[in-house]
C-alpha cells in the first residue's frame, strides 16, 4: 500500500486485540486481513485508490478500509459493522470492511467472506435498494466477486498519479 496515498490510519492493533475480535465475532480472518489490520489496522485513503468489479466491468474508488478501534468521521470500525450484518441479513462469517466513494448515492461496502479452511474472497456489495449504485444490482443480486483474497485486492488497487 502506498504510504502518501493514505490521509489516516488506526491505532497500533495488537494480536491479542485482533484475537479478541475473532474470538468474540466466532471467526478466524485470514491471515493476509490479519496482516493488514496489525500493520495498519483501518486506513482512509487521499485521492482514493480504484479497483476494478469483474462481470460489470465497474470501476469504484475505496474510500476506507475499517479497523479496530478505528471510527472513522462516518464513525465506522468492524466491530460496529459486525452489529450491523445482521440488520441487513449477513450471517457471522461475511464482514463489512471498507466502503466505497459512490458520489453520494447508495451504499457500497467492501465485504470479507470468511471461510473455514481460512481463506477469504473479497466482494463489493451494492446494500441498499432503495438507491443501488449499480444498475445491474436487484434486490437477488447485489454483491460482486472483486477478488480471491485481501492480498489479491490490494494488490489490484490502481492509485491515482
Not at 47 to 55: R, S
Not at 60 to 71: C, K
Not at 87 to 110: K, P, R, S
Not at 130 to 157: Q, Y
Amino acid at each position: 500500500m502506498k504510504e502518501e496515498s493514505m490521509k489516516q490510519r488506526g491505532p497500533q492493533a495488537a494480536t491479542a486485540r485482533i484475537d479478541a475480535f475473532c474470538e468474540k465475532i466466532g471467526v478466524d480472518l485470514p491471515m493476509d486481513y490479519r496482516q493488514f489490520l496489525l500493520d495498519y489496522n483501518g486506513v482512509i485513503f487521499r485521492g482514493e485508490p480504484c479497483f476494478v468489479i469483474p462481470g460489470i466491468n465497474k470501476t469504484v474508488e475505496l474510500n476506507t478500509l475499517y479497523g479496530l478501534d478505528f471510527n472513522t468521521p462516518q464513525g465506522t470500525c468492524l466491530e460496529k459493522n459486525y452489529h450491523y450484518n445482521f440488520n441487513y441479513g449477513l450471517d457471522g462469517t461475511t464482514l463489512m470492511i471498507g466502503d466505497c466513494y459512490t458520489g453520494g448515492v447508495g451504499g457500497l461496502f467492501i465485504m470479507l467472506l470468511t471461510e473455514d479452511d481460512g481463506t477469504g474472497g473479497i466482494y463489493a456489495c451494492d446494500l441498499f435498494s432503495d438507491d443501488f449504485v449499480f444498475e445491474e444490482s436487484t434486490e437477488d443480486n447485489n454483491t460482486f466477486k472483486v477478488a480471491n483474497s485481501f492480498s489479491e485486492f490490494m494488490a489490484n488497487l490502481k492509485y491515482p498519479e
